[in-house]
DNA sequence: GTCTATAATTAGATAGAC
DNA sequence: GTCTATCTAATTATAGAC
């Protein structure tokens, strides 16, 4: 935007601005339309910047990508960081209830994390391997530990690869905001009110945890 | 392909087969790609027949991506018929169960049913409101009906919205396969290996059922 | 650092020969 | 019915002015 009138030196600030705008248009982009289906012109449109700041920000269209797939990974962590962080709840089964409730949260609050997740996840690309090296294996890992300690209070059998875990939480989790459109559409209904962000909650850790009277039936 | 020299009236025969190939194509290209990023370029090339004739038989990518949906949902319907028209099981619980292991077994082998409904409900389009009006909604109801006939049987809490078990039941099923690609380089394991597909839906039927020995033990 | 203007590529669609 | 050749539009990237 302006830059030949400003004094001297806040042209540090301008620029990171026009980058954080571009970052945030992309995600916003990359994640409703997929790598292919969004164009750099749409992004630098929304951004309010020109064409040109892509490749001279970012080093053309995929280098955009990783960023902003960055950024969304660094939401999460942010998001979760303080349900991680709590040690305050009483017994294993709350602490579990109360990370499922937070991803639930987190996800309906950010569909665009899940929506990047699943448009790379289908295919073997080079962005896709970029993906699960940097961000998602370390991401399953933490969450088989979890699963591995929380075991004896989930309601799945011992024993059990924690893939199978790990996808059917995700996938639980996810797809109802994900799809948020068409369950619009289908059911009037939109899902990321908060009526429905807990319900849905409140029906997976039943599932997933059991109601609190039958701990341990299995 | 050949077409001077055929006799005179196999031509009806050897353009069926034509729109088939193109349809085969078609289906594996959209899901894989999405409507945006799969080409007519690469589908005709897959299909072995020239680009000229998908907008000569289809009107067009967009007529050629409806042809394909519907031939997914052939694929599921008859995928489903068998278990669907299977009465013979014992009681409530066994037949609930059989239908779950029937879906997971359809989407292991058509994780392209999956990856074209997730690519399509995602955002808002024409594309969207076709789809879920003319295929989803029917399968939406009829699931409905079961998890209403089924609620007594289910893990499910009586009264919660059935829009919740019918995501979490598609999103517990679907991204394990929709995300196979993913999974193999995440965890080293196919998730479509026969062992892989039967252990998901073990652990699906007993975290949405129960085990047989707590039956309505909610 | 940001812009305008444009190059180079690739997309889907079509005209016309056979 | 199928092919070759081509058209128009839209894509990403870049050169160069300011």
Redesign the interface.
């Known amino acids: 935007m302006a830059s030949a009138a400003t004094p001297r030196a806040d042209r540090h600030a301008e620029a990171a601005s026009t980058r954080e705008r571009i970052l945030d248009a992309a995600l916003a982009a990359f994640s409703?339309?997929?790598?292919?289906?969004a164009t750099t012109r749409a992004i630098a449109t929304r951004a309010g910047v020109n064409l040109g700041l892509i490749p001279y920000y970012f080093e053309g269209k995929e280098g955009l990508w990783r960023e902003a797939v960055d950024r969304a990974f660094g939401d999460l962590r942010r998001g979760l960081a303080d349900v991680l962080g709590d040690t305050s709840a009483g017994n294993d089964r709350e602490r579990a209830a109360l990370l499922i409730r937070g991803y639930v949260r987190f996800v309906a609050a950010h569909?665009e994390f899940v929506?990047l997740?699943?448009?790379?996840?289908?295919?073997?690309s080079r962005r896709?391997?970029w993906?699960?090296?940097r961000h998602?294996?370390p991401l399953?890992e933490a969450t088989c530990n979890l699963i591995e300690q929380g075991e004896r209070i989930s309601?799945?059998?011992a024993g059990?690869?924690p893939?199978?875990?790990y996808?059917?939480l995700?996938?639980?989790?996810?797809?109802?905001f994900?799809?948020?459109?068409?369950?619009r559409?289908?059911?009037g209904?939109d899902?990321r009110q908060d009526v429905?962000v807990e319900?849905?909650a409140?029906?997976?850790v039943?599932?997933?945890l059991g109601?609190e009277l039958?701990e341990n039936?299995?």
């Open positions: 409703e339309h997929g790598f292919d289906g569909p929506r997740m699943h448009e790379e996840g289908k295919r073997d896709m391997r993906l699960v090296d998602v294996r399953f309601r799945l059998p059990v690869d893939l199978h875990f996808y059917i995700a996938g639980s989790v996810g797809i109802l994900h799809q948020a459109p068409e369950c559409r289908l059911t209904v899902p429905v319900a849905h409140d029906a997976l039943h599932l997933l109601n039958e039936a299995t």
